[in-house]
């Protein structure tokens, strides 16, 4: 993955650019939603590998995952704003995949799955891949890690949320 900041940020983004009413409720579960295909990592602790489609990067970090779980959230906690919650999260969910296909460790991602069990990568993969533990984060691979970070996502997010900003500035 990339790091919990990238993905975070990536949210975030999608949030404020969807979401014209500032939904807190819909924010957490945006943030909580690009985060949530990493929980596939206990596929190791259940002895299943990487390559297999419930592995690592596998089903829940697939577009038929972001659109079923994105479903499943708007339907529950969306009211008159389905659709609204419904995008918000599946871009959210989906970007997640996005991110890991373009960083430059592990195998890549299983975006088709179950009808292609193949993995991908985006063709350029310029995202440095993130260390799991907090202490690994903290070295001068960290480092490595948050300037790519910077320059691939935080940017661009940014340049968004300030196109965003003197929008509403404007009116
Ligand atoms: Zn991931």
Redesign the pocket.
Known sequence: ?ASFFGHGLVAYTFTKVIDKQNLKLLLWLALFSTIM??FDVVAFKFGIAYEHPLGH?GFT?SILFALLWAMLLSFIFGKTNKLVYFLVLFFSTVS?GFL?AMTNGGKGVGFFIPFDNDRYFLPFTPIKVSPIGIRDFFSEWGLQIILSEVKYIAIPCLVVLVFLYLLKARK
């Open positions: 993955m295909p990493d990067r970090h997640h890991d």
